[in-house]
């Protein structure tokens, strides 16, 4: 077993991530991250490459509320503008570290 001082990045990074298009819909992204208990959505261009993460937050930032009903019954809605895309909302650009560095460094 390598000491943990020794450990490369790989040997504890997630694999597998879930993530989205810069192009879907923010309804999309909501849906994935509901599904799988998420809060974070690594975003890749149509080539597959890292170009920005997409937040909780960041869904909250973007979400149209919307109250009727009366003085006394009031009712609130919440929805995406289906023109927003997760390339609006995200952050970018998203720094990362070859998988084979030192943990350490």
């Not at 694999?15 to 999309?28: M, P, Q, R, V, W």
């Amino acid at each position: 077993m390598t000491p943990k001082n020794q450990q490369q990045v790989q040997q504890t990074m997630s694999k597998n991530l879930i993530t989205i298009k810069a192009e879907d819909s923010l309804a999309l992204a909501y849906a994935k991250m509901v599904k799988n208990e998420i809060r974070h959505l690594p975003v890749l261009d149509e080539g597959n490459h890292l170009v920005g993460l997409l937040s909780e937050r960041d869904l909250q930032r973007a979400l149209k509320s919307n109250v009727s009903g009366t003085a006394l019954f009031k009712f609130e809605s919440f929805e995406f503008d289906p023109t927003n895309k997760v390339f609006d909302y995200m952050s970018s650009p998203v720094h990362s570290v070859d998988k084979e560095l030192n943990l350490k460094d």
